[in-house]
């Protein structure tokens, strides 16, 4: 293998790309990660549990931190996005712009600027239900661990407060936005995937009502980390909800939204529906589905909820969701298809399992490729040295994603290879 | 190397506030008896950075004790390269977590200090275990999943011998008419892609293929594995150094689906026998020739059914999702029929059960079928309830094509067949329904043998693409393992590992408890019956050394010796009055380093209040837990000892599989012993954790130490 470039850009530091960098960097490659975000780990680090063992991401992205941490092979920017792309297999020539973190590496996640700061942000880590203030670090596992200033946040003037309560000289409120150039041999595409916007749904009542949340939200608040501690309330009260709906494909498998199957959703909202069971024994989960998709070995986790008679599985395609008047309850009508009849049914809360949506949906990547109309890339008509993984090209769980990711690290190194 | 030892201690992050300095400095210099100490405001800025590595200019010192933050920050910083570096944590687990100021909190940072002071001592740097090493991969099975695994590690310049059963490359991939699309707009069928990867692969100068052939043993380990493989009645072997076993699976005995009509005519028959029919270019009915008019498909024949296959065999839905377009395809006017439980097209497949769903000859519902008859005229009539037409609904049909699923072939056969001491296959098959898989999600390779990585539908049920990718991410893990046993490193979860178990074998009694205990099989017996260890086969997770009751597994960085002697350099308060109705208890805690240490240390970040009579010792798995380690702490006078480890069981968290779960049953022996010594059981207990439950610390730990306060004092302090 060349030395002179054997260098791979990821493009991702979710756990795709974690996955495609550390393979890569641990079969001989020189790796460079670009994350967009100020943490690596992307939506698995929002995830409280795995399905199917019921395990925290935590555990794992340890693991692969530590394996950067212990790897002299892998380099990677937070707060950076591939903004341009030159050449081609062998010697692409690629421009990152890192966003100014305000922050420098001095900072030891002490806490004193987030105490000293006055201005608060909407916690976008925990999708809006709760804030930070401006001088914050995403969530508790942040890697790195360094925290950030939201500039946007900002008062006039008020950031000299967090910079007078830094002992450390870490924060630097005149940095700017840098650009970075590199050559490299390869790249990985590793972008991910956003929740589709389930305020696009009018019937479902998103943004209009208030105890209707999404899966992701449902994710962040039974988790310990996560805005309520851990414990699932509902947004209008903060009173822990008896009665949850999971509406299923809440976009996915509709022609007006996401023509395609999200993948995760079933296994996702069963999941979810455990989270409610184990935290509160009388609490009830009803789950609105069209097919229950368990693929594989995941059936077994079908069957250990079925095993829960308080998780009822309603085969039946959610029509329209409202507030019920004069309560903060939710009403859900359904096409009960088992029975062939209109269900009127009410909530305390309504979880919508929100489908996946390509990042480069809205943010093509810096190069001309071939898209679905979906906005996923379609791997045969990539140019030779660009690879695309997980939910690049359509959606995935974290499994598929994982090996989808280990084979992509081989196909970019003997893409490395071939140049030399 | 000549060790010259020094210690820096942090005054930031409140450390300065809360802590005497003095103090520590004199209990390092008399107990830690390391006099080099310097101290700075901020060691991890480059301006303290600096006054340590001038020191190992000036000084030469090489063996540094720094007490600052948890060795999982600032790791950059206080990266020197080619010394021994012992990170003592006084931020997150004293200050952070601990009431400023108090004698309780000064001595616990003075132990910690001691306690880095005696670990340093001990710990030696790594030197690697190099072998000779066989950089050619041995791919089984030449199905879709090893010609891609095959065709891949061959692709990036590695050797590769191809053992397949048959005659022929293309396993069941070849026996397809047509493939389901694998790519936009999944509208239209595809020739299947296998053959174009046969002739790759027969092309290829670096596969060596051999049909007709078997795996009758691999003896050896990584590196150097040496494969029997029988072809013809000759066996040859085959030096190579990782294995990629893509056995594939066989179709789900249809006569035991009499339930669904097989056997009861000819036109009853299984997916796989539509795929031929297809493929010979006719659909016909087997009874008779004529061309069927009305098909009719059962999905789930045998899977999703705990009398059968307690799993979704996954490709079925998409395969008579093709089936019944090979119907229409061939005649306009048939109809097709699907019956199922819940279409399973998940991903973009949805796209190409809408483009079926489009042609009004193919027809779907759902129903639980009850049954299959004969009717007249040579026909069939399928029954089924709780379909979307009503209930108990009979379905009329020339043929019926049973959508059967996969059998993995290790559910009965090892295939690898390892000439290793705890048995042939891999391990603990059972758990996964016979399916050579394993449960991490975040590390889907990982099987309990080291490099050989399970891909394709012996590991999970799959569709064709899906399969395809599985190969080369597995030939990208049997790669990778190549080059880590060159280097003498570890492989995953401790990839950069360079340290190794080397036992002192002449102490070895032979009792084998490392070579039962070892989850990766890595340790075996000579004629006499001594254990011998197959370094390359080793995870360095230390589970020999915990199992071993002579103490003689060491690594450089851990072992009972070095572990004892942190525990032995812990303060133990005295009893000074019997009758105290408080008296001072000391505990000590063993955490894993990969879950309960980042717990502990997400605890410490959201300040929240833990013990101070405990003192925390990370070990890289609990499997590597020492009973000996209790016997030293209660003798030095500690009152009880908690252990934080992982979720073991089916759904264990720990990522040596079974660290955690032999960690317990260590203890499930212990109890005994402290009964004897009449001590109570419950001083020593085990809790598991996950990385995420730091807000469960405070109230397990204070319960803990309510429990060994409630015992009272051991007994045996001051003797």
Redesign the interface.
Known sequence: MSTDNNKILVVGGG?SGLTAAL?AA???AQVIIAEKAPYLGGRVAQL?R?FP????????????F??I???PNISFFTMAEVTQVSGGEGNFEVTLTVQPRYVND?C???NDCAEACTAWRVNDFNFGLDKTKAAY?PF??AFP?KYLIDARACQADCGQKCKEAC???AIDLGMKPQTLNFQVGSIIMAGGWEPYDAARMDNLGFGQVANVITNMQMERLA???GPT??QILRPSDQQAPKKVCFVQCAGS?DENHL?????ICCMASLKQALYLREKDPDAEAYVFYI??????????FL?KVKEDEKVKLV?GKVAKITQEPGTDNVVVVAED??VGDKVHMTFDMVVLAAGMVPTTKAAPFPLPLSY?PDG?V???LLPPGVYAVGNMK???D???S??????A???S??SL?RRS | MEKKFGVYLCK???MGEALNFESIAKVVKKEGKIPHIKEHD?L??PEGLDLIKQDMVAEGINCMVIAA?SS?????EFDFPNAIVERVNIREQVVWTQEPNTEATQAMAEDYLRMGCARVKKTELPEPYQTECDKTVLVIGGGITGLSAAL??A???YQVVLVEKEAQLGGYGAKMHRQTPS???YTTLQEPVVFKKIQAVLDNPKVRVMTGSLIEKIEGQPGMFDAHIKNNGNVETVRVGSVVLAAGWRPYDATKLAHLGYGLTKDVITNLEMEELAKKGKIVRPSDGKVPERVVFVQCAG??D?EHL?????FCCLGSLKQAMYVREQNPDAVAMILYK??????????FY?QAQSDPGIMLT?AEVSGVSLAPAGKLLVSAT?T?LGDNVAFEADLVVLATGIVPVTVDDPVINLDYRQGPGLPEIDV??G?A?S???????ETRRTAIYAAGCVR???TMA?AE?????????A??AL??VAAGMAVS?R??DETFPDPFMQRCTSCKRCTEECPFGAIEEDEKGTPFFKINRCRRCGTCMGACPERIVIFKDLNVDLIGSVVKAVDVPELEDEDDPAPPLRIIGLICE??AM?ALD?AA??RLRLPSIIRFIPLRCMGSFAMEWIKIALNNGVDGMVLLG??YGD?Y?C?FAKGSELCAYRLTKLSETLDKLGLEADRVQQFQI???????LPQMLDDFVARVTEIGPNPFKGL
């Open positions: 756990i393979e641990e079969s001989g409280h795995y063992k019921l395990c925290p991401p935590t555990c794992g992205l340890e693991i692969n530590r394996r941490k212990e790897n001095r030891t996640a002490c670090l508790d596992m661990q002992k450390y000289e988790a310990a980390n501690g851990g498998r023509p395609y199957c999200s993948y097919d229950l998709r368990t693929p594989g070995r995941y059936e077994q069957w085969r298809t088992a679905t996923f379609i791997p045969e359509g959606p995935l974290v499994m598929k994982n090996e989808d990711a280990t084979g690290a081989l196909k190194l003997i290879g | 930031g992050c409140g901020i991890c800025s933050c999982r920050v600032k790791y950059e891949e590690a692709n990036d310049g790519s936009y707009p899977s999703r705990p307690p799993y979704c065999s996954d819940d279409i399973r097209t998940p991903g973009q497949s949805e796209l809408k759902k709780d979307l996964y329904n399916f898989d449960n991490f999600i975040c590390f889907p390779y999970q049920p799959m899906l990718a599985d190969g080369v991410g597995a030939a990208c893990k790669i990778q080059e880590h979860p990839a950069w990969n879950d980042p997400a970040l959201h992982c979720k759904d968290q990522h996950a990385i995420s439950d730091f807000d469960k």
